[in-house]
């Protein structure tokens, strides 16, 4: 004892000589003071205690005493320094103790960090990222992921395992539930606004969460999109597909990357010098740390890289990977290497540095009980006001694929309204995979959002149909029979919530087990049929859009879900959401994606030898951006301030929208520009823009954007941004094919 008190106390004066004058505001920028702060205490450190730092283990629970298990030799490795951060320690009680060990009873008294996936909420369960991402709305996944931030920290976390900002074009990919779609634009502007909600405006904030962007890179390219699949992309796709959304995390401040399970082009994500020191830190100027996904180190050895554990661990952190979750190899071979002289000692300075950076920003050198306060647990979590939001964004991410004869919004006066659905009662499925510690008792299902939603003299009658397996049919009989006797019936199919995440690749993305079938035997009742899903990924649902009138598309909507739904079924409210991801007609399309690039024989129904299949159309069942309203919205006048511009200049594009409907509604503009000829081939056109607009019955608004030069940008062979003169084709409208177009010249 006498000796660690001696130490800390040698930490102490250190840290006081070394402590910058003003509170650093992030990790952007270097601040001299925190860098020598951090110097001093490299040279304290032991070679075993700077390889700890770069050390993360798991704690596990223990379901018996309803507690961490901690061992007696995980305090050992604690009290000798071996561990930098901990993973799935929750609750203020725990993270406080584990934390005590750590500082109190330690060489040099250097905090942990605490990490955990705190996805879409963390007790208060808000939509999946994919359809947050159907709001396009900045501000809202800002407050949600502040919100989650708010709850976590001051359940004595100090980490989140994201946003994951992977573009997905592949709905087989499980994990494309946890990003925010398909193209490149939109992620990048909710990837900036989640890293923002997280972090807050100071990462000394008590409430503020540092970010992780993942899975550093290209990760949603998966082949077949089978996970952890390997990945084989040219470097202009890797440029203009997958990079720019880390990019937007980066300069909006993301404190950490993690990196990917996949090999890029032969090189696994977590051993790729070129992703993860050249690009990310040389030519983007990261500061922060990159932590490898669960065992991805580990993992060289069955890429087939390393030949043993050691060869794993020095490719990865030579590489860029400065923690290494969960698998133990830095803590058990670096030190042995790095006194052989089989590894610089430098390297691992360096990442120590970029750790202990992360946590200065956090002020946890200086307070590490920052997030053990059990009064401030108990009163942030779960709020009344946090929830209502939740309602209000669930509603507002929901999509209106189809809605034949104005079916929906239904009345809430009917006599009789059928639900009948495996989903339409479940409190599991509406909160989706990776659902933090939300738990099931919080949701309101959608039976329950339905009953509390109509009259009271409206009978609401339910059948399951199927069971949560979706493979058994007994329950076709009742499902019939409450049909029978309804006015309208409400559907309620999908997928489990653990359908969709990690692991959870599916071969074939229509509607799983007997709920077609289901579907089929429920419209012989002859009533009116409403399909409400609820799914992570897009769906194959050519013969559900053929055959049932109304189709909402509500993804896995989180706690709120029933109440959500229910407001916006009966028009409480307008849908507003539109498609971060196109839905094809069949798995033959896939990968499907309204930004390809033209080819040289471009479809022509005029001419057999196009591009083309020969047993369906080319185009998707719902395209991207896509989305209906019970209003109408009409666009007119679109119009540039210049028809020439100078390399460098921007140009102002108008347009007028009016809402030529009967009710208030929300429309998202969308703005797409196409390079018409370049040195290289370009996409038909890509998203530049986008605007959310409320508007009343009648009203007519002028929408303005101002194209920025960035806009017009693509990379050259040297991968430098360049704009090519030429020509360039503007479209405005309400999804990606129902636009008005223009034009103007780049001289």
Not at 264 to 293: C, H, K, M, Q
Request: some cysteine; glycine content about 8%; proline content about 6%.
């Amino acid at each position: 004892m006498a000796n660690t008190m001696r130490y800390l106390a040698t930490l102490a004066l250190v840290l006081l000589c070394a402590r910058p004058a003003a509170l650093t505001q992030g990790l952007r920028t270097v601040n001299p003071d925190v860098e020598r702060r951090i110097d001093s205490l490299l040279a304290l450190m032991t070679l075993e205690e700077k390889i700890g730092q770069l050390n993360q283990t798991l704690v596990d629970w223990d379901d018996k005493s309803k507690r961490h298990a901690v061992t007696e030799a995980w305090r050992t490795d604690l009290r000798k320094g071996l561990v930098g951060s901990v993973l799935n320690c929750v609750g203020t009680r725990e993270s406080r103790e584990v934390q005590r060990i750590a500082v109190e009873e330690s060489r040099l008294g250097i905090p942990l960090i605490f990490g955990l996936d705190v996805i879409h909420g963390f007790r208060t369960v808000f939509p999946i990222p994919l359809a947050a991402a159907a709001a396009w709305d900045t501000a809202a996944v800002r407050r949600a992921s502040r919100i989650a931030a708010v709850e976590a920290t001051a359940s004595g976390v100090h980490w989140t395992f994201a946003p994951m900002v992977d573009i997905a074009r592949d709905p087989r990919w499980g994990r494309i539930a946890e990003g925010f779609g398909e193209d490149p634009f939109l992620c990048s502007a909710m990837s900036a606004a989640a890293v923002r909600g997280f972090q807050g405006d100071r990462l000394r904030d008590p409430s503020s969460l540092v970010a992780c962007a993942k899975h550093f890179v290209a990760y949603g390219a998966a082949e077949a999109g089978r996970d952890y699949n390997t990945v084989d992309i040219s470097e202009r796709t890797l440029r203009e597909v997958y990079l720019p959304s880390f990019k937007s995390a980066v300069d909006a401040g993301a404190g950490t990357l993690m990196s990917a399970f996949n090999d890029l082009n032969g090189v696994p994500a977590s051993a790729n010098p070129y992703t993860l020191t050249a690009i990310l830190r040389g030519e983007w100027g990261f500061r922060g740390f990159v932590v490898s996904d669960w065992t991805a180190v580990t993992e060289l050895l069955a890429h087939g890289i390393a030949a043993d554990t050691g060869e794993a661990g020095t490719q990865a952190l030579r590489a860029g990977v400065d923690m290494e979750m969960v698998g133990g190899i830095y803590s058990a071979k670096l030190p042995a290497l790095v006194r052989n002289g089989k590894f610089p000692v430098a390297v691992v300075d360096e990442s120590v540095r970029r750790v202990l950076r992360v946590k200065e920003a956090l002020g946890l050198l200086d307070d590490p009980y920052r997030n053990c306060d059990s009064v401030r647990e108990r009163g942030e979590i779960l709020l009344p006001e946090s929830r209502a939001f939740a309602r209000t964004l669930a509603a507002e991410t929901m999509v209106l694929l189809r809605n034949e004869g104005k079916l929906l919004p239904l009345d809430k006066n009917l006599r009789t309204l059928g639900v009948i659905g495996p989903l339409a009662d479940s409190r599991h499925a509406p909160l989706g995979p990776w659902a933090g510690m939300g738990r099931p008792e919080d949701v309101v299902t959608v039976l329950a959002g339905i009953r509390a939603a109509v009259s009271p003299g409206t009978r609401v009658l339910h059948a399951p149909g199927c069971d949560s397996t979706f493979a058994d049919s007994a329950g076709f009989a009742a499902a019939v029979s409450v049909a029978a006797q309804s006015d309208c019936v409400l559907l309620v199919l999908g997928e489990r919530n653990d359908m969709s995440g990690e692991a959870a690749s599916r071969s074939d993305i229509g509607l799983p087990g007997v709920q077609r079938a289901l579907i089929g035997r429920v419209l012989t009742a002859g009533k009116p049929v409403v399909l409400v899903l609820m799914n992570g990924r897009p769906l194959t649902l050519a013969w559900e859009s053929e055959h049932v009138p109304a189709i909402l598309e509500a993804w896995f909507p989180g706690v709120e879900a029933g109440h959500a739904i229910a407001d916006v079924l009966f028009g409480d409210v307008n849908p507003s959401g539109k498609l971060p991801v196109t839905f094809p007609r069949s798995m033959g399309q896939i990968p499907i994606h309204y930004d390809a690039r033209n080819t040289g024989r471009p479809f022509d129904a005029a001419s057999h030898y196009t591009s083309k299949y020969l047993d369906a159309p080319n185009t998707p069942l719902y395209p991207f951006g896509f989305g209906l309203s019970y209003t109408e919205f009409a666009f007119s006048n679109l119009s540039l301030n210049r028809s020439a511009i100078r390399r460098g200049d921007s140009i102002a594009v108008s347009v007028d929208v009016r809402n030529s409907g009967d009710r208030a509604g929300t429309e998202i503009v969308q703005l797409y520009l196409r390079d018409v000829a370049a040195s290289v081939t370009r996409p038909v056109k890509q998203l530049k823009g986008f605007q959310r607009i409320t508007l009343k019955p009648g009203e007519t608004r002028r929408i303005r954007f101002l194209l920025h030069p960035s806009a017009m940008e693509f990379p050259d062979a040297r991968w430098q941004p360049v704009i090519e003169p030429g020509a360039f084709r503007v479209f405005v409208g309400t999804s990606s094919a129902d636009l008005l177009e223009s034009g103007f010249n780049v001289e």
